[in-house]
């Protein structure tokens, strides 16, 4: 689900209230009927919002009512971050639960199971049927992030030796089993994938032609081993509905839109939170666990912080000498550490769109532009102290100094997220706040090394 379930819900009751509000009078007056005809127009994602915020005296209610196989379509739309699973699964008996995992999507139902305990995990695959379990058992093996974890195995598959009326045939056979329908894979006579065809394909040629003839033999497909990422990057490349996931020339799977999307959403918020320095994944409502996830960056970054305190400490007598000094530290710090964020997202950005440019390169062009940007900053402070305090010698001393820190910022905002990723490390690590702290360091460096030139020709004020 693209939003928390506290925001689904308030939406519920604002567009859904009176529906949901007999509903609920429905099951307080043990009215089945009325119940199961009310909650069959509902769709299967307003039907989830709904199961998920009653309270578990009413679900128990509901459970009663409903098959397994009817539950399961209502699970296969909640995401399995937004609510405690063990404590739904819990209000059903061991038999129930387990059928009803074993007639959700394979690929939901892993997730879901993912994150039971190894006791309870393995009393549901017991109750399972075998070749459920067996499945199951298979996608629990994948690692998290990979093709293999995202993949699910209800996909329609055919042999090429079909006509075009048989094909359809059969896909309207197992079109009801299907997560997808929009794309109809081919195999061999020893099940290896060669082909896929549209529903449109299937529906335009005559009955008569042969699979065989019209099927596109150009296939893309990943392995389950990729990287999700990867995987979301193909489908988004290829504007793919759905892609096969295949296993030695075998297909074992298939990835829909829908998972992608989740991925998508999942990897910007990773990627937010590393840039941040802040776990934005999981959001923690309890004010203490929430303190605790960030303070590990915070105190991290105030020993990197302490260089700079040091190096300031380390030019106390120029200060002491020319006071005016203090005056522009945080204005130069400030600056860089922006032009440094800046460069890092921009860096960062073009990792994850896979641009084709050399290290030289990438750090010849922000070099450019560093220099273009740490000029004119550069100029206008000069401009600015040159009619404010009247000391063009000053103004030239800072003016330099910024121009000098927000190149050597630019650069390393831009450089050090290239370096990680060319030696396999999430570039997004380089985050906002660390490379901010870092430009600090080299600004103020920077900045009293320039002054420091300058000291002999400061009007002392």
Excluded: C
């Amino acid at each position: 689900m693209k939003e928390t379930l506290q925001e689904l819900t308030e939406e519920m009751r604002d567009e859904l209230s009176e529906q949901a509000h007999y509903l609920v009078q429905y099951i307080e007056n043990n009215d089945k009927n009325a119940f199961l005809n009310s909650f069959d127009e509902l769709h299967t994602f307003d039907q989830a919002i709904f199961y998920v915020s009653l309270t578990a005296q009413l679900r128990h209610q509901i459970i009663d009512w409903l098959k397994p196989v009817e539950l399961a379509d209502i699970f296969d739309e909640i995401d399995p971050e937004d609510v405690d699973f063990n404590d739904l699964l819990s209000e059903m008996s061991p038999h129930y639960a387990a059928e009803m995992l074993a007639e959700m999507y394979t690929d939901n139902a892993v997730d879901l199971m993912s994150d039971l305990d190894s006791k309870q995990l393995a009393l549901y695959l017991s109750l399972m049927p075998k070749k459920s379990a067996e499945e199951i058992k298979r996608f629990l093996k994948y690692d998290d992030d990979t093709a293999g974890s995202l993949m699910s195995t209800e996909f329609i598959a055919i042999n090429q030796q079909l006509s075009i009326g048989q094909a359809m045939v059969e896909v309207k056979q197992a079109a009801q089993e299907a997560e997808q329908i929009n794309y109809i894979y081919i195999l061999d006579d020893n099940g290896v994938l060669v082909g896929v065809i549209s529903l449109k394909s299937l529906i335009v040629w005559p009955d008569a032609a042969k699979v065989a003839e019209v099927m596109d033999t150009n296939l893309i497909t990943v392995s389950p081993a990729d990287d999700q990422e990867e995987v979301a990057k193909i489908m988004a490349d290829y504007n793919f509905v759905a892609i096969p996931v295949v296993a030695e020339q075998k297909m074992v799977g298939m990835i829909t839109v829908d998972d992608i999307v989740d991925v998508i959403d999942e990897e910007a918020a990773e990627d937010y939170s590393r840039l941040a320095g802040v776990d934005v994944v999981t959001l923690e409502d309890n004010p203490i666990k929430s303190a605790m996830k960030r303070l590990p960056w915070l105190i991290g970054l105030i020993f990197l912080g302490m260089g700079t305190a040091s190096v300031i400490d380390g030019y106390n007598y120029l200060v002491a000498e020319t006071s005016i000094l203090a005056v522009f530290i945080s204005l130069i710090t400030g600056t860089a550490g922006n032009a440094g964020t800046q460069s890092l997202a921009v860096a960062v950005r073009r990792i994850a769109l896979q641009e084709k440019k050399s290290i030289f390169k990438s750090l010849l062009i922000e070099i450019l532009i560093g220099v273009m940007i740490g000029v004119l900053a550069g100029v206008t402070i000069f401009l600015v102290i040159l009619f404010w305090k009247n000391n063009l010698l000053l103004g030239i001393a800072v003016g330099l100094a910024m121009s000098v820190a927000i190149l050597v910022a630019n650069v390393a905002g831009a450089f050090i997220p290239l370096i990680m990723d060319k030696v396999g490390v999430d570039p997004a690590v380089a985050s906002g706040p660390f490379i901010s702290t870092l430009s600090d360091l080299t600004s103020v460096i920077i900045y009293f090394n320039v002054a420091k030139a300058f000291i002999d020709h400061f009007m002392m004020h």
